[in-house]
């Protein structure tokens, strides 16, 4: 209780319930921004654990050394500055969501985490206990992602769609419920420095279509 949601806000530890769809969100989850530093809550990763806010504190940065590396990669396939991409993202804004999914005697009355797409630039997600229930849309049909042991799964979100000019896809994807066994995961969302305005990369702006006017603060993107 001492990490729970306070009023008005969306970090911290809690149930979320969205009672107009007939299927409930079968799901606990600890979500917190982590990055900038200045931007963490008081009461929340400060307060963690020793322990854990340590094995957090590697994690993370490993992570954010994953991530770098992806995202030049991407860069250097779409011919796009390097810099430009390094210069959105570096000491961007990132959060984490550590989900516990119970199991649940009747798993086709409720969902882990309804079909979205992620508001980030990636993500980055661990299958903790190595339960599946991740799935994406293909072609209209729900795939299950099946990984192997110490594997991530890396997903591509909006914001990186925005960049790219639609080059890169967001995925859509969902979390179901397992019968017997509890499925636990921590993803890491990686989004542009706070501030930065959200449109498609200079270089990969098409002549013929120029972008909308009014690019959206990236922000204010997440946040809606």
């Not at 961007?92 to 979205?116: A, D, F, W």
């Amino acid at each position: 209780m001492r990490y729970k949601v306070r009023p008005g806000d969306v970090e911290g530890y809690g149930i979320f319930i969205k009672s107009q769809d007939p299927k409930l969100e079968w799901g606990i989850r600890f979500f917190m921004i982590t990055n900038p530093i200045d931007r963490r809550k008081p009461h929340l990763f400060p307060e963690l654990p020793t322990s854990l806010r340590n094995t957090l504190e590697s994690f993370m940065s490993e992570l954010q050394r994953i991530a770098q590396t992806l995202l030049g990669l991407m860069a250097k396939l779409l011919k796009v500055k390097m810099e430009e991409m390094e210069e959105l993202f570096e000491d961007g804004l990132q959060t984490v969501r550590m989900s516990h999914y119970p199991p649940c005697p009747n798993p086709e009355l409720v969902v882990g985490i309804k079909p979205h797409s992620d508001g980030s630039g990636i993500t980055i997600v661990h299958q903790a206990n190595e339960v599946q229930g991740l799935q994406i849309r293909k072609d209209e049909v729900w795939l299950p992602v099946c990984l192997d042991h110490d594997a991530f799964v890396v997903n591509l979100g909006d914001i990186l769609e925005i960049l790219t000019n639609g080059i890169y896809k967001s995925v859509e994807h969902r979390v179901t419920v397992n019968s017997e066994k509890e499925r636990i995961s921590i993803a890491m969302f990686f989004m542009p420095r706070p501030g930065t305005e959200i449109g498609p990369l200079t270089s990969l702006r098409d002549p013929q279509k120029p972008p909308s006017s009014g690019n959206t603060g990236m922000e204010k993107f997440v946040k809606k």
